[in-house]
Protein backbone atom coordinates (compact mmCIF):
# COMPACT_ATOMS: atom_id res chain seq x y z
CA UNK A 1 0.00 0.00 0.00
CA UNK A 2 3.06 2.55 0.51
CA UNK A 3 4.83 1.60 -2.10
CA UNK A 4 1.35 2.66 -4.63
CA UNK A 5 1.09 5.73 -2.47
CA UNK A 6 4.98 6.25 -3.47
CA UNK A 7 4.44 5.43 -7.13
CA UNK A 8 1.26 8.20 -7.30
CA UNK A 9 3.54 10.61 -5.59
CA UNK A 10 5.98 9.72 -8.81
CA UNK A 11 3.42 9.93 -11.11
CA UNK A 12 2.02 13.55 -10.43
CA UNK A 13 5.27 14.58 -10.30
CA UNK A 14 6.22 13.24 -14.14
CA UNK A 15 2.64 14.51 -14.75
CA UNK A 16 3.45 17.99 -13.77
CA UNK A 17 6.59 17.43 -15.69
CA UNK A 18 5.08 16.28 -19.43
CA UNK A 19 2.29 18.97 -18.93
CA UNK A 20 5.10 21.84 -18.36
CA UNK A 21 7.25 20.38 -21.27
CA UNK A 22 4.02 19.75 -23.48
CA UNK A 23 4.44 16.03 -23.81
CA UNK A 24 1.79 14.35 -21.80
CA UNK A 25 0.89 12.08 -25.42
CA UNK A 26 4.15 11.00 -25.71
CA UNK A 27 4.89 10.21 -21.96
CA UNK A 28 1.79 8.37 -21.84
CA UNK A 29 2.30 6.37 -24.50
CA UNK A 30 5.55 5.08 -23.12
CA UNK A 31 4.17 4.43 -19.46
CA UNK A 32 1.55 2.09 -21.33
CA UNK A 33 4.65 0.45 -22.77
CA UNK A 34 6.48 0.25 -19.45
CA UNK A 35 3.16 -1.36 -17.70
CA UNK A 36 2.96 -3.75 -20.32
CA UNK A 37 7.11 -4.50 -20.60
CA UNK A 38 6.97 -5.00 -16.60
CA UNK A 39 3.82 -6.96 -16.69
CA UNK A 40 4.84 -9.29 -19.65
CA UNK A 41 8.23 -9.67 -18.74
CA UNK A 42 8.99 -11.11 -15.67
CA UNK A 43 12.84 -10.91 -15.79
CA UNK A 44 12.53 -7.20 -16.21
CA UNK A 45 10.46 -7.18 -13.72
CA UNK A 46 13.01 -9.14 -11.20
CA UNK A 47 15.85 -7.15 -12.18
CA UNK A 48 14.40 -4.13 -11.82
CA UNK A 49 13.08 -4.89 -8.10
CA UNK A 50 16.15 -6.89 -7.28
CA UNK A 51 18.26 -5.75 -4.50
CA UNK A 52 21.45 -7.65 -5.75
CA UNK A 53 21.92 -5.91 -9.10
CA UNK A 54 23.48 -1.97 -8.44
CA UNK A 55 21.44 1.07 -9.48
CA UNK A 56 23.98 2.26 -11.88
CA UNK A 57 23.21 -1.02 -14.00
CA UNK A 58 19.60 -1.11 -13.55
CA UNK A 59 19.82 2.72 -15.26
CA UNK A 60 21.44 1.30 -17.79
CA UNK A 61 19.06 -1.27 -18.67
CA UNK A 62 16.32 1.06 -18.14
CA UNK A 63 18.22 3.13 -21.05
CA UNK A 64 18.57 0.66 -23.08
CA UNK A 65 15.36 -0.82 -22.94
CA UNK A 66 13.55 2.74 -23.01
CA UNK A 67 16.45 4.20 -25.55
CA UNK A 68 13.35 5.19 -28.70
CA UNK A 69 10.97 6.55 -25.90
CA UNK A 70 10.82 10.84 -25.21
CA UNK A 71 13.77 11.90 -23.69
CA UNK A 72 11.82 13.16 -20.48
CA UNK A 73 10.44 9.61 -19.82
CA UNK A 74 14.53 8.41 -20.59
CA UNK A 75 15.33 10.78 -18.07
CA UNK A 76 12.83 10.25 -15.48
CA UNK A 77 12.98 6.32 -15.43
CA UNK A 78 16.85 6.71 -15.43
CA UNK A 79 16.53 8.87 -11.93
CA UNK A 80 14.28 6.58 -10.22
CA UNK A 81 16.43 3.49 -10.87
CA UNK A 82 19.63 5.70 -10.00
CA UNK A 83 17.30 6.69 -6.74
CA UNK A 84 17.27 2.60 -6.17
CA UNK A 85 13.24 3.16 -7.09
CA UNK A 86 13.35 0.93 -9.90
CA UNK A 87 11.06 -1.45 -8.33
CA UNK A 88 8.17 0.77 -8.37
CA UNK A 89 8.46 1.81 -12.51
CA UNK A 90 6.02 -0.81 -13.26
CA UNK A 91 3.36 0.49 -10.12
CA UNK A 92 4.73 4.17 -11.34
CA UNK A 93 3.32 3.70 -14.88
CA UNK A 94 0.29 2.32 -14.03
CA UNK A 95 -0.08 5.51 -11.52
CA UNK A 96 0.26 8.02 -14.25
CA UNK A 97 -1.45 6.25 -16.84
CA UNK A 98 -4.56 6.57 -14.01
CA UNK A 99 -4.07 10.44 -13.14
CA UNK A 100 -3.77 11.34 -16.99
CA UNK A 101 -7.00 9.04 -17.32
CA UNK A 102 -8.37 10.93 -14.59
CA UNK A 103 -7.22 13.90 -16.02
CA UNK A 104 -9.13 14.00 -18.87
CA UNK A 105 -12.36 12.53 -17.73
CA UNK A 106 -11.79 8.69 -19.34
CA UNK A 107 -13.23 6.08 -17.26
CA UNK A 108 -12.19 2.47 -17.78
CA UNK A 109 -14.36 -0.14 -18.76
CA UNK A 110 -13.96 -3.75 -19.36
CA UNK A 111 -16.33 -5.52 -20.84
CA UNK A 112 -15.89 -9.55 -21.05
CA UNK A 113 -18.40 -11.70 -23.72
CA UNK A 114 -18.83 -15.09 -24.84
CA UNK A 115 -17.52 -14.17 -28.42
CA UNK A 116 -15.35 -11.06 -29.70
CA UNK A 117 -17.36 -7.85 -29.98
CA UNK A 118 -18.04 -6.43 -33.15
CA UNK A 119 -18.44 -2.79 -34.39
CA UNK A 120 -22.15 -2.36 -34.08
CA UNK A 121 -21.81 -4.12 -30.53
CA UNK A 122 -18.85 -1.79 -29.82
CA UNK A 123 -20.46 1.38 -30.55
CA UNK A 124 -23.65 0.36 -28.26
CA UNK A 125 -22.23 -0.52 -25.30
CA UNK A 126 -19.95 2.85 -25.57
CA UNK A 127 -23.34 4.72 -25.84
CA UNK A 128 -24.57 2.19 -22.98
CA UNK A 129 -22.00 4.07 -21.15
CA UNK A 130 -22.02 7.23 -22.21
CA UNK A 131 -25.99 7.12 -20.35
CA UNK A 132 -23.63 6.63 -17.27
CA UNK A 133 -20.53 8.68 -17.78
CA UNK A 134 -20.26 12.14 -19.60
CA UNK A 135 -16.65 11.79 -20.16
CA UNK A 136 -14.68 9.29 -22.66
CA UNK A 137 -14.33 6.03 -22.08
CA UNK A 138 -11.21 3.60 -22.87
CA UNK A 139 -12.85 0.12 -23.33
CA UNK A 140 -11.02 -3.14 -22.74
CA UNK A 141 -12.87 -6.42 -24.32
CA UNK A 142 -11.86 -9.77 -22.96
CA UNK A 143 -13.70 -12.77 -24.30
CA UNK A 144 -15.09 -15.90 -21.76
CA UNK A 145 -16.80 -18.59 -23.57
CA UNK A 146 -18.18 -19.86 -20.47
CA UNK A 147 -20.48 -16.81 -20.27
CA UNK A 148 -22.14 -18.63 -22.51
CA UNK A 149 -23.72 -15.67 -24.00
CA UNK A 150 -24.79 -12.11 -23.29
CA UNK A 151 -21.96 -9.87 -21.87
CA UNK A 152 -20.76 -8.72 -18.17
CA UNK A 153 -19.69 -4.80 -18.52
CA UNK A 154 -17.56 -3.38 -15.54
CA UNK A 155 -17.20 0.34 -15.01
CA UNK A 156 -15.30 1.75 -12.40
CA UNK A 157 -17.24 0.17 -9.33
CA UNK A 158 -20.47 -0.57 -11.12
CA UNK A 159 -20.94 -3.92 -12.75
CA UNK A 160 -23.67 -5.23 -15.08
CA UNK A 161 -24.09 -9.18 -15.45
CA UNK A 162 -26.44 -9.50 -18.45
CA UNK A 163 -24.68 -12.96 -18.93
CA UNK A 164 -26.86 -16.41 -20.11
CA UNK A 165 -24.88 -18.06 -17.48
CA UNK A 166 -25.61 -15.70 -14.94
CA UNK A 167 -29.56 -15.83 -15.43
CA UNK A 168 -28.94 -19.75 -15.09
CA UNK A 169 -27.28 -19.51 -12.02
CA UNK A 170 -29.90 -16.84 -10.64
CA UNK A 171 -33.00 -19.25 -12.24
CA UNK A 172 -31.00 -22.44 -10.46
CA UNK A 173 -30.97 -20.37 -6.91
CA UNK A 174 -34.00 -19.07 -7.11
CA UNK A 175 -35.71 -22.67 -7.91
CA UNK A 176 -33.95 -24.65 -5.24
CA UNK A 177 -34.28 -22.11 -2.61
CA UNK A 178 -38.22 -22.24 -2.97
CA UNK A 179 -39.82 -22.79 0.40
CA UNK A 180 -42.94 -23.81 -2.04
CA UNK A 181 -43.96 -27.46 -0.29
CA UNK A 182 -46.66 -28.80 -2.46
CA UNK A 183 -50.05 -30.59 -0.38
CA UNK A 184 -50.07 -34.06 -0.97
Same mark, same amino acid.
Given at each position: MASTAVARRYGKSLLTLCKEQQA?????RDMRALS???SENRELAAILGSPVVRPEKK +????????AE???LTVDFLAMLARKGRAGLL?????????????????VLAEVVTASPLDDAR?? +??? +?LIGKVHEGG???? +?????ALIGGFKLRV?????????????????RNLTNNPYEPAY
Open positions: VDAVDRAV +EAIVRAVFAHSGVMAQAFVALVREERGIRK +EIN +EVELS +ERVDPGDRMIDASVYQTLRSMH
